[in-house]
């Protein structure tokens, strides 16, 4: 079974700068693909990015880019000159299982 | 229509009635899911139909929650029973394709739903 794992509950970031939000996973499958939602307060879910297991190259979507290391089974989302609209909770997710989430807050 | 619409957006029902969700899938889409999310938590799998069959129903918490969809489109989350432990907001997300999440699932706004 697939398992994701958010070890941030809470994360805090400065506008402008970057911040860092860890993902770990585990799954027996070979090729699969892992996405990052956010959920602002207003509930609606939105894709921020996704990444196919079987690409090296880290996705980048403008300010957001992933670490993916498949050895190691981890998937880090990477948030560059943040935005206040970027407030939310991120949730890690590996076929259509979530993570726990971890709520960014920017501090203006 | 143009997005993944749910209904009631908001129910408040009396401990112990019964209650249905809806869930309108964006047209075409074969995958849809069902979520349950507590007050600042995170979403809780509930069920995965690909076309009108569940082929993963792991995460229904007991034998008062059931689900169906008909016609390959709408599905419908039926709880019996209600506690006040499923005082929650219910999503229902939809996508093309269903087997390994390869594709981007749209979100409807939730039904929040309150047991009193």
């Known amino acids: 079974a697939q398992t994701v794992t958010q070890s941030q509950p809470e994360m805090s970031v400065q506008e402008a700068e970057t911040v860092t939000l860890s993902c770990t996973y585990d799954?027996?499958?070979?090729?699969?693909?892992l996405f990052w939602y956010k959920q602002p307060p207003s509930r609606q879910m939105i894709l921020v990015i996704r990444q196919e297991a079987y690409k090296q190259q880290n996705a980048t979507e403008n300010r957001f880019s992933v670490n993916f290391q498949k050895a190691a089974k981890s998937f880090s989302l990477k948030i560059s000159d943040s935005q206040l609209g970027d407030a939310a909770m991120y949730f890690c997710?590996?076929?259509?299982?979530f993570g726990a989430g971890t709520r960014l807050t920017v501090k203006p | 229509g143009a997005g993944v619409s749910q209904s009631p957006s908001n129910k408040v029902t009396e401990k112990g009635k019964d209650v249905e969700l809806r869930c309108d899938p964006i047209s075409g889409h074969t995958a849809l899911y069902w979520y349950r999310q507590s007050l600042g938590q995170g979403l809780e799998f509930l069920i995965y139909?690909?076309?009108?069959?569940?082929?993963?129903k792991s995460g229904l918490p007991s034998d008062r929650f059931s689900a169906e969809r008909t016609g390959g489109s709408v599905s419908t989350l039926t709880i019996q029973r209600t506690q006040q432990e499923d005082s929650a907001v219910y999503l229902c997300?939809?996508?093309?394709?269903?087997?390994?999440?390869?594709?981007?699932?749209?979100f409807g706004q939730g039904t929040r739903l309150t047991v009193v």
């Open positions: 799954t027996s499958e070979s090729d699969y693909y």
């Open positions: 139909f690909q076309g009108n069959s569940a082929p993963d």
């Open positions: 997710v590996l076929d259509m299982r």
């Open positions: 997300a939809s996508s093309l394709v269903g087997t390994g999440g390869r594709t981007e699932a749209f």
